[in-house]
């Protein structure tokens, strides 16, 4: 058995987010969620419902490194039936944030203002309405300043407050989740729906994490230590990981 | 039965400048590029774009013929950022109405069924409402009766417009001369949808086939395009390169690649679009096989 890396203890956490989760789809964004989707599929949330990135559900669980025409395809959902699931809000997705801000808001479509931007991103893509129709983590592999912000450029994923503004139209099932960084885990229960910390990495401390983030967290007296993955779950992660990618995304 | 069989000119022949255009496909999937590369040599100008975007935006707006688009992202798939598309806003060069993907699958719908809007949850709380004030909401009209549902009671929903397009354009693996048309790959997409929001109804295709032997060619419901949806059809072999059409061809990645290297410098750039883009669609298709033989 190898050492147990950050990318691994970054892997479980995002399992995490999907435990008990029951019969829903899976959407995870970046390797290390990819691979904490699987790991959560093999133990504790084994009746997940993965895609294979086009237009089929899988069925079993992958590894990373599986070429397309390994999968066993169990359902085909072409992009109309993806909808037909985010809007029954039977889904959880983890996606990624260029920025997230302190009530969880998130930004993947541009830098700077709308109208004549700094730095062009992909677009809102599905966000706007993933998070107020199904639960919503975020994964953020480079934890700084500059995408821990007080407040995000453009909207993209809804956070707390702006849902609350917009009403019980977006409140109803708006459930964001959690945030995992290469630093810690963080999640939004608190009163007024403001991030908190819940736990550091191993070997990352608390100022670090106040440093490289740009708004003033939660739960910094409470915050505990994230778990590492046990002799099983590390195994998993191997079998689900032959080529390390996750180890690409998280350096070791 | 008419034969609705055309060339690409004539297709282009019939855009004006201020038009609004649907361009099917998703990213960089099944884009009914030839078309879009006959555009780019014709004289219209102030578009407005309305796609989920790949490189066809990115090479719509580096021509300086659009004024406008309407998308929820542009990305090239396995390379997630067009550089040309980047650049025109990083510049202020156009215009954007950013919509969720899924509001926008409903305005491509309200225009299709010919009704004003379609509601959703989606955009509540986000920019798209913030960036695009033109998107209008709506009070749920539910609020009691025999089908109030109490949790929705006070709610306010987006009303997403009808994405009304003066001409769609899709790319497709098989048409017949009806304008019947087979969708051999992995998704449909919206497609349908394009063709329902247009009054003009443009499909490509790698193959144009007799009316009435599609089904020779594959199973009869990848035929999910039919003669009421589409007006005019073209053959346009290698017509979606360098984006996928499974199974005809997978997306030429080394290409796209070639495609993104040149995009981020002008002299490349210039250098670039002489070479393959400066004729028409059969020229394009033979600077290409030259250009896969030197790699």
Redesign the interface.
């Known amino acids: 058995m190898s050492e147990i890396t950050r990318a691994d203890v970054c892997t479980l956490a995002c399992a995490e987010a999907w435990r008990d989760a029951g019969e829903i789809m899976v959407s995870p964004f970046g390797s290390v969620p990819a691979l904490g989707a699987r790991l959560a599929k093999s133990t504790f949330s084994p009746d997940l419902v993965l895609t294979d990135g086009e237009a089929a559900l899988v069925h079993g669980v992958s590894t990373l490194a599986a070429k397309p025409t390994e999968l066993t395809r169990e359902a085909y959902v072409p992009y109309k039936a993806i909808f037909a699931v985010v809007w029954s809000g039977r889904r959880h997705i983890m996606m990624m944030a260029s920025q997230v801000d302190r009530f969880g808001n998130q930004n993947i479509s541009a830098i700077g203002p709308h109208d004549h931007p700094k730095a062009q991103l992909v677009g809102v893509r599905g966000a706007p309405g993933n998070s107020v129709n199904h639960p919503t983590s975020y994964w953020v592999p480079n934890h700084s300043t500059t995408t821990f912000v007080e407040s995000v450029d453009v909207v993209c994923g809804v956070g707390n407050d702006r849902a609350a503004q917009a009403g019980p139209g977006a409140t109803r099932f708006h459930d964001l989740r959690r945030v995992v960084s290469n630093l810690g885990v963080f999640d939004f229960a608190t009163l007024d729906g403001s991030m908190r910390v819940v736990s550091a990495h191993p070997g990352v401390g608390i100022d670090e994490i106040i440093a490289a983030t740009g708004f003033s967290l939660g739960g910094l007296d409470e915050a505990g230590v994230t778990p590492e993955p046990d002799d099983a779950q590390m195994a998993l992660i191997e079998q689900l990981d032959p080529r390390g990618a996750r180890l690409k995304e998280i350096p070791a | 039965m008419a034969n609705k069989q055309t060339t690409l000119a004539a297709m282009t022949a019939e855009m004006q400048s201020g038009m609004t255009i649907g361009i099917g496909g ?1 990213g960089s999937r099944r884009k009914p590029m030839a078309l879009v590369r006959a555009i780019l040599n014709s004289d219209v100008e102030d578009l407005t774009v309305v796609a989920y ?1 790949g490189p066809d935006v990115g090479l719509l707006v580096k021509s300086g013929k659009v004024k406008k688009v309407i ?5 090239l798939d396995s390379i ?2 067009d550089p040309l ?2 650049a025109a ?2 510049a ?1 060069a156009v ?2 109405m ?6 926008f ?1 409903l305005g491509l719908q309200a225009a299709a069924w010919r009704v004003p809007f379609l509601v ?9 409402l ?2 695009a004030p033109e998107i209008r909401t709506i009070e ?1 009209p539910y609020g009691d009766g025999p089908f109030a549902d109490p ?7 987006v009303a997403m417009p009808a994405l009304r397009l003066d001409i769609a354009a899709v790319h497709v693996n098989i048409a017949d001369t009806a304008g019947n048309a087979m969708v051999l790959g ?5 497609d349908e949808l394009f063709l329902g929001a247009a009054q003009r109804r443009f499909v490509t295709a790698e193959k144009v086939v007799e009316a009435g032997t599609l089904s020779d060619h594959g199973p009869l419901e990848r035929v999910i395009i039919h003669r009421l949806m589409t007006d005019a059809v073209a053959e346009t072999p290698g017509g979606a390169h360098f984006t996928t059409n499974l199974p005809d061809y997978g997306r030429d990645e080394a290409f796209q690649k070639a495609y993104v290297t040149a995009a981020k410098e002008p002299e490349a750039w210039a250098a670039f679009s002489q070479r393959f883009l400066a004729g028409d669609e059969d020229s394009y298709q033979q600077a290409v096989q030259a250009w896969r033989a030197e790699q």
Not at chain 2, 151 to 157: P, Y
Request: aromatic residues 12%.
């Open positions: 998703w975007g998308c929820g992202f542009v990305t997630p950022l598309w980047r806003r990083q202020g215009e954007l950013e919509v969720d993907e899924g509001l699958y959703a949850r989606a955009g509540l709380g986000s920019a798209v913030d960036n749920n949790a929705d009671g006070g709610a306010t929903l992995p998704d449909p997409f919206f």
